[in-house]
């Protein structure tokens, strides 16, 4: 039987539970995405909070890609020491630290009309109103090369993983949907062929971090959307894929979901079918991790023990992620350890987006 509380290990870093803290871009960076006092005392607070391993809010890879205020970088070698600071604060209060990285491509409101924005092609985003630059060969290898060099100062600045970001509608994700990759070249077309960057990120990332470091990914289950969405099977084969090659852990998650867009505005229209359900990827991760030789992390909704626990004991999921819970209460892994039924005040309101920081709206 296993519970939430076991101890357990991610290519050899022990987590001494199976919670993690969601990425949850923050909006404490300064505006080169360098740390403040602020977002040291995030993580402080998030260490003191109970979890095993926090993965931070994303990380932008390069300079000029900064897709949303005040988050987090790690385009260059001046985050190395900072973020040393950082990953040794949190060591020192017994939890561990994987930074999530990025590039965000069209789904983005920031200084848009300011910034050559890449993706896999020229294909308007109906939520943001960008259209990208199709990216050349020698763009894609800049990139896959910038996730790679970020992995590797990560490692350098005592992290204790990265996560590549894979979902939620960003770069990655638009490689891999058909509706937003209309490539004709090796980037393009097949199932096989979308993902290739996604396997090219992971390599050159493994490849100059060791065996040692812990890669992650996170990805959508689905795009759920209705037409030339990534879908479930894709998924599943990438996942498979990705575990043959040694990926330490696949972050399940789902399209944007926490966001709700309108499907007046954007091609998807799933956001109502996850709305006020709890762990509603269960059944997508469940199938992936009964597929695939790696562990999978669910995100998305996880709001009780027992629902979490009994979705534990019915599959080969291993770890439960938290985004919301843990921006309004740090300390929730804690209360449940101490009181099992203890009921998150989190609402899933998504009321915690704010211009001066994004916080839990019941703290305003
Ligand atoms: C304010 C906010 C910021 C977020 N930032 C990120 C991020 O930087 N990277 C990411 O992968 N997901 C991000 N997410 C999504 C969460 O990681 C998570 O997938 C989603 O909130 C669902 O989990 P939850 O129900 O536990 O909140 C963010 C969500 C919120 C509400």
Not at 82 to 105: R, W
Not at 140 to 155: Q, S
């Amino acid at each position: 039987m296993k519970t939430l509380f076991d101890k357990t290990a991610i290519n050899g870093l022990e987590l001494k539970n199976r919670f993690i803290r969601s990425a949850t871009w923050e909006r404490k960076a300064d505006d080169k995405g360098h740390i403040t006092d602020e977002l040291m005392k995030v993580y402080s607070n998030l260490a003191e909070g109970g979890a095993a391993a926090i993965i931070t809010g994303y990380a932008f890879v390069m300079e000029d890609e900064q897709p949303n205020a005040r988050m987090m970088g790690i385009y260059d070698d001046s985050f190395i020491a900072e973020y040393k600071e950082l990953t040794d604060m949190v060591h020192a209060k017994g939890s561990k630290i994987i930074l999530q990285v990025v590039y965000c491509g069209s789904f983005s409101w920031f200084n848009t009309g300011r910034r050559i924005i890449w993706g896999p092609s020229a294909v308007p985003n109906k939520l943001t109103n960008v259209t990208p630059k199709e990216m050349t060969k020698e763009e894609i290898k800049t990139l896959i090369n910038a996730f790679g060099d970020a992995a590797l100062r990560a490692k350098k600045g005592g992290f204790d993983g990265v996560e590549i970001h894979g979902a939620h509608g960003y770069m990655l994700n638009t490689f891999l949907a058909p509706y937003f990759n209309q490539r004709t070249d090796e980037y393009g077309g097949s199932a096989g062929n979308r993902a290739r960057i996604l396997l090219e990120i992971y390599d050159d990332a493994r490849s100059k971090t060791g065996n040692d470091f812990p890669v992650l990914m996170k990805l959508n289950c689905s795009d759920f959307m209705t037409d030339k969405g990534f879908t479930f099977e894709e998924c599943k084969a990438l996942c498979g894929t990705l575990a043959g090659k040694g990926i330490d852990a696949i972050d399940i998650s789902g399209g944007p979901v926490f966001r709700a867009p309108k499907p007046d505005k954007d091609p998807s229209g799933f956001a109502e079918d996850f709305i006020g359900k709890e762990s509603y990827f269960a059944g997508y991760a469940k199938e992936i991790a009964d597929s695939i030789d790696a562990p999978v992390i669910l995100v998305g909704g996880n709001r009780s023990v027992d629902v979490m626990e009994e979705i534990l004991n019915s599959s080969r999921i291993e770890y439960m992620a938290l985004g919301r819970p843990l921006l309004s209460e740090p300390d929730l892994v804690k209360k449940w350890e101490r009181e099992r039924g203890y009921k998150p005040r989190c609402t899933s309101c998504n009321k915690c987006f704010h211009e001066d920081g994004n916080d839990c709206d019941l703290d305003r």
